[in-house]
T-cell receptor, first 115, second 110 residues
């Protein structure tokens, strides 16, 4: 079955440590996204990538970094510079970049807790 | 994105129809209207999208006002599994990102 996988589902880290969240898709989609969701809030865009080896900052990119070396993979690193990293992180993909119509497919999310 | 306004919460009973409203008075002529829903502790799920005409799919129907300043997502026969937060979104033209507001939290009573 095609889809998006995120791992792990729950992640605990000590303050000051960098942590990398995994996102893989086998939908052959060009575009991938990372969102952050805080309790009771909507999603906010962290980074997005319309094509391999290219990515753009979203609305809340500070303290985060990404890479897009392969079409299938878009890992997100939460660095120690992120002031409040505890949140629910969601990865998504869509068929191609530059399109504002149609479906984004979301992964199950990773809940990160920084102790 | 063009601004959308949704009620914070709605409640309905199982097996009854549910009409979820969305106002988007600043919509432009080329803005598509998208609906997503998010079940507890899960990623959002695409529901439906449309431009001018009413749309139907296996999950729901989308009724779009003639002046396109509002739309309504219709769940024809709600089940307990439809309890979720429903988001009405008008994507930014050319920016290719979705901006999720707080949506409408739908509660279904057995």
């Amino acid at each position: 079955d095609g889809g998006i996988t995120q791992s792990p589902k729950y992640l605990f880290r000590k303050e000051g440590q960098n942590v990398t969240l995994s996102c893989e898709q086998n939908l052959n989609h060009d575009a991938m996204y990372w969102y952050r969701q805080d309790p009771g809030q909507g999603l906010r865009l962290i980074y997005y990538s319309q094509i391999v080896n290219d990515f753009q900052k979203g609305d809340i990119a500070e303290g985060y970094s990404v890479s897009r070396e392969k079409k299938e993979s878009f890992p997100l690193t939460v660095t120690s510079a992120q002031k409040n990293p505890t949140a629910f992180y969601l990865c998504a993909s869509s068929i191609r970049g530059g399109v504002t119509v149609g479906e984004q497919f979301f992964g199950p999310g990773t809940r990160l807790t920084v102790l | 994105d063009a601004k959308t306004t949704q009620p914070n919460s709605m409640e309905s009973n199982e097996e009854e129809p549910v009409h979820l409203p969305c106002n988007h008075s600043t919509i432009s002529g080329t803005d598509y209207i998208h609906w997503y829903r998010q079940l507890p502790s899960q990623g959002p799920e695409y529901v439906i999208h449309g431009l001018t005409s009413n749309v139907n799919n296996r999950m729901a129907s989308l009724a779009i006002a003639e002046d396109r300043k509002s739309s309504t997502l219709i769940l024809h026969r709600a089940t307990l599994r439809d309890a979720a937060v429903y988001y009405c979104i008008l994507p930014i033209q050319g920016a290719q990102k979705l901006v999720f507001g707080q949506g409408t939290r739908l509660t279904i009573n057995p």
